[in-house]
C-alpha cells in the first residue's frame, strides 16, 4: 500500500485524497493551517463524500511524521508550488511528485530549477492537468488516430467558467480579493485558474502532431482595482511551430460553463466537453460523409480525477514509464504561454516562445 502525503487542505486537497483513498492508499493530509485541517474533517469532506473518512491522517506542517512517502502532491496555492516542490526534492525527493495546475506564476521564477532537481532526483513530477486523462479525451484521441476526420486545419478550446462556482465551494472567502485568485502575478485570473484550457489545446495538437505553440497574441481583459489585479476573460490567437494555428479562451465570467474543445478536419470534425450536463462529458463528431454521431460519457466530479491518479498509481507501480500525458515540462509548456500571454497583451504584440532559452521569460520574445 502507497504512502502519499497532500500539501494543502482545500479543494483539491480534498478531491486528490478521496481519489486516493479509492485505491486504498494511506493518506496524510497536512496544511499550515489548522482551522483548514478541521475544515476538511468536519466540513467538505464528509459533505463531497458522505462521511469522513477516519483512516486519512491531518498534520500541520510543522508536525509532520519522520517517514517516507511514496507520492506527495502540492496541492496548495500557485504562488507557493515551486518553493514547496523544490525543498521536498532536495530534501526527501518521493518517487512521483504532483504539482497543481497552474504550475507557478507568470513570473515564471522557479521553474527551470524545477526541471534540474527532477532530473537530478530522478522523482517523476506531474502536473494536475487531469481533464488530459479522462475518458472523453481518451474517445477523441481514438478518433483522431482513425483519421476518419481527414487531416485537423484548426481547433478552438474554451474554459469558460464563472468563478462563482469555486467560491461556493470556499465559503470562507470573501471574493477574489481573499486569495490568489484575484492576483495574476500569483497565478490567479482566468489565464491561470482555467488554464486547463490552454493545456488540453496543447495536448490535442500534440496527439495531432503539430508540434508546440510558438506564437501567442493575447488580449485580456483586466479587472485592476485597490484590492485585485486580474483578468476576468483571456483571448489568444496562437500558432504552433508546424503552422497550425487556433485559438484559446479562457474566462471567469460564463455562466452556465462551457468547457469545450473543437478540431475542424479537412473533411469532418470532432467537438469534445466536459460537464455536457450535471452528469455527462460528451463527444461529436463527423467523418464529412455520414450522419454526426454523438456519445454521452457518464460521469460524476470525482470521475474527473481518477484517470489522474490511476495514472500515479501506473507510474508507482512501474507500469507505465513514458511520456506522461502530465509531465512536469508539458505543465511548464502550458506556463509559458499564461507568461506569453501577460506580454502579448501588456506590449500589444504577438509574441514567440523559443523552447531551447529553457523555462524562464527570457523564452519569450517580442516580435
Ligand atoms: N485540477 C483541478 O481541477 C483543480 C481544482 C481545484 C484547485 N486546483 C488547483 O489546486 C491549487 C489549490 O487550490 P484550492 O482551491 O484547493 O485552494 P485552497 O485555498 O482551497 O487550499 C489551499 C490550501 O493550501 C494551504 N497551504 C498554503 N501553503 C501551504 C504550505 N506551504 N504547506 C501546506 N499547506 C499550505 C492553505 O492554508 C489552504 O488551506 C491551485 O493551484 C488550484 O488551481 C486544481
Known amino acids: 500500500m502507497y504512502n502519499i502525503i497532500i500539501y494543502g487542505a482545500g479543494s483539491i486537497g480534498n478531491h486528490l485524497a478521496h481519489a486516493c483513498r479509492t485505491h486504498g492508499w494511506n493518506v496524510l493530509i497536512c496544511d ?25 491522517r491531518l498534520a500541520t506542517a510543522d508536525n509532520l511524521p519522520d517517514e517516507r512517502f511514496d507520492a506527495v502532491i502540492v496541492g496548495t496555492p500557485p504562488d507557493t508550488h515551486l518553493k514547496l516542490a523544490k525543498s521536498i526534492l532536495a530534501s526527501t525527493p518521493p518517487r512521483v511528485m504532483l504539482i497543481e495546475k497552474p504550475v507557478c506564476t507568470p513570473s515564471l521564477e522557479g521553474a527551470q530549477e524545477i526541471i534540474e532537481l527532477k532530473n537530478r532526483t530522478g522523482t517523476f513530477v506531474v502536473v494536475g492537468y487531469n481533464h488530459t486523462l479522462t475518458e472523453n479525451t481518451g474517445r477523441v484521441a481514438q478518433i483522431l488516430a482513425q483519421t476518419t476526420i481527414g487531416e485537423p486545419l484548426t481547433m478552438a478550446a474554451g474554459f469558460r467558467e464563472h468563478w462563482g462556482g469555486i467560491f461556493g465551494a470556499h465559503p470562507w472567502l470573501n471574493g477574489p480579493q481573499d486569495t490568489y485568485l484575484g492576483f495574476y502575478e500569483r497565478g490567479g485570473g482566468a489565464s491561470g485558474e482555467h488554464s486547463h484550457a490552454i493545456n488540453i489545446w ?25 484590492n485585485v489585479n486580474y483578468d476576468r476573460v483571456c483571448l489568444l490567437n496562437v500558432k504552433t ?17 462551457q468547457k469545450k474543445m473543437r478540431i475542424q478536419g479537412e473533411r469532418g470534425f470532432v467537438e469534445w466537453q466536459v460537464n455536457y450536463d450535471g452528469s455527462h462529458d460528451a463527444i461529436r463528431y463527423w467523418d464529412g460523409k455520414t450522419e454526426i454521431k454523438e456519445e454521452f460519457i457518464s460521469k460524476t466530479r470525482p470521475d474527473d480525477f481518477r484517470g489522474e491518479i490511476d495514472h500515479i498509481a501506473a507510474i508507482l507501480d512501474g507500469s507505465f514509464d513514458g511520456d506522461s500525458p502530465i509531465s512536469i515540462e ?11 500571454a501577460h506580454i502579448s497583451h501588456q506590449h500589444k504584440k504577438t509574441v514567440r516562445i523559443n523552447y531551447d532559452k529553457g523555462y524562464r521569460l527570457d523564452a519569450i520574445e517580442l516580435l
Open 32 to 56: 499550515i493551517d489548522q482551522k483548514a485541517l478541521e475544515r476538511t474533517r468536519d466540513d467538505i469532506y464528509p459533505a463531497r463524500y458522505g462521511d469522513w473518512d477516519q483512516s486519512i
Open 202 to 226: 496543447q495536448h490535442f495538437a500534440h496527439l495531432a502532431g503539430k508540434g508546440r505553440i510558438s506564437e501567442v497574441s493575447a488580449t485580456l481583459d483586466m479587472v485592476n482595482q485597490d
Open 241 to 257: 511551430a508546424s503552422g497550425f494555428t487556433g485559438n484559446i479562451v479562457q474566462d471567469v465570467v460564463t455562466e452556465p460553463a
Open 330 to 340: 508539458k505543465g511548464l509548456d502550458t506556463m509559458l504561454v499564461i507568461a506569453a
